[in-house]
C-alpha cells in the first residue's frame, strides 16, 4: 500500500513512518505538514490512502479533504487525530471520508489502514459510540430550521417507517384525529403534498 502522511507535528509524521514502513506493508510516499501540503501531495503521488491530521496551521484537514473529494470521488481519506471533537466527527462523515480515528488508538493504525485500502470505512470504538447520537441531533438541528416540534418530529419518524395515523396514535398516545392534525401542520410547514413526500424528504435530510 501507498500511502501519504500529513501531520503538522514532524516527528509524529516521522514516527507513523518508521511504524508503518517497519511492517513491510506500507510504503510512505511522502509527509506534508498542512491541509496545503495534503492537497498538493494527493495531486502528485494519488496514494492508496491518504493518512491525515485535522487540527492543522492554515488550511485544515477537513479543508483539505473536502478539496480533494471534490476532485478525486475515489480518494481514501482516514483522519487520525488526537481530537474526538463532535462537530469534527460530524464533518468527516458528510465530506465522505473513509475513517476517522484516534492518535491514542496505536494498535489500530495499521489494521485501520488496511481496511480502507479494502474498501471499508473505519471509526474508532469511541467513535462509533458516538455517531448514532450525533447524527440524530443533527437531524433534529437541521429540521428545527423549519419550525419543527419535537412531537411534530416523532411523527415523521413514524411516517418515515410506513406507520398508519392509527398506528401513530397508538404509539405515541394521540388520538388518529390529533395525529392528522399534527401531520396537516407539517405538511404546510415543509411545503409538501402528502405522507410520501414526507418520507421522501425525511430520508433525503
Same mark, same amino acid.
Given at each position: 500500500?501507498?500511502?501519504?502522511?500529513?501531520?503538522?507535528?514532524?516527528?509524529?509524521?516521522?514516527?507513523?513512518?518508521?511504524?508503518?514502513? $517497519?511492517?513491510?506493508?506500507?510504503?510512505?510516499?511522502?509527509?506534508?505538514?498542512?491541509?496545503?501540503? $495534503?492537497?498538493?501531495?494527493?495531486?502528485?503521488?494519488?496514494?492508496?490512502?491518504?493518512?491525515?491530521?485535522?487540527?492543522?496551521?492554515?488550511?485544515?484537514?477537513?479543508?483539505?479533504?473536502?478539496?480533494?473529494?471534490?476532485?478525486? =470521488?475515489?480518494?481514501?481519506?482516514?483522519?487520525?487525530?488526537?481530537?474526538?471533537?463532535?462537530?469534527?466527527?460530524?464533518?468527516?462523515?458528510?465530506?465522505?471520508? =473513509?475513517?476517522?480515528?484516534?492518535?491514542?488508538?496505536?494498535?489500530?493504525?495499521?489494521?485501520?489502514?488496511?481496511?480502507?485500502?479494502?474498501?471499508?470505512?473505519?471509526?474508532?470504538?469511541?467513535?462509533?459510540?458516538?455517531?448514532?447520537?450525533?447524527?440524530?441531533?443533527?437531524? =433534529? =438541528?437541521?429540521?428545527?430550521?423549519?419550525?419543527?416540534?419535537?412531537?411534530?418530529?416523532?411523527?415523521?419518524?413514524?411516517?418515515?417507517?410506513?406507520?398508519?395515523?392509527?398506528?401513530?396514535?397508538?404509539?405515541?398516545?394521540?388520538?388518529?384525529?390529533?395525529?392528522?392534525?399534527?401531520?396537516?401542520?407539517?405538511?404546510?410547514?415543509?411545503?409538501?403534498?402528502?405522507?410520501?413526500?414526507?418520507?421522501?424528504?425525511?430520508?433525503?435530510?
Amino acid at each position: 500500500m501507498k500511502i501519504v502522511i500529513v501531520d503538522d507535528d514532524k516527528l509524529v509524521a516521522l514516527s507513523l513512518k518508521t511504524i508503518l514502513e $517497519a511492517s513491510n506493508e506500507v510504503t510512505v510516499l511522502d509527509l506534508g505538514q498542512n491541509g496545503q501540503e $495534503a492537497v498538493a501531495l494527493y495531486q502528485k503521488h494519488r496514494p492508496d490512502v491518504l493518512l491525515m491530521d485535522i487540527r492543522m496551521d492554515g488550511m485544515t484537514g477537513i479543508e483539505a479533504a473536502k478539496g480533494i473529494m471534490q476532485e478525486y =470521488k475515489e480518494a481514501r481519506i482516514l483522519f487520525l487525530t488526537t481530537f474526538s471533537d463532535d462537530d469534527y466527527i460530524i464533518q468527516a462523515l458528510n465530506i465522505g471520508a =473513509k475513517g476517522y480515528i484516534l492518535k491514542q488508538d496505536f494498535e489500530s493504525i495499521l489494521p485501520a489502514i488496511k481496511a480502507v485500502y479494502s474498501g471499508q470505512s473505519v471509526f474508532g470504538n469511541e467513535i462509533v459510540c458516538k455517531i448514532p447520537s450525533l447524527m440524530n441531533h443533527t437531524l =433534529k =438541528k437541521d429540521y428545527s430550521c423549519y419550525g419543527i416540534s419535537e412531537k411534530e418530529y416523532e411523527i415523521i419518524e413514524a411516517v418515515s417507517k410506513g406507520l398508519s395515523n392509527k398506528e401513530i396514535a397508538e404509539e405515541l398516545f394521540l388520538s388518529e384525529g390529533t395525529v392528522r392534525n399534527y401531520l396537516s401542520t407539517i405538511l404546510d410547514k415543509l411545503d409538501l403534498r402528502d405522507r410520501t413526500q414526507l418520507a421522501v424528504f425525511y430520508y433525503t435530510n
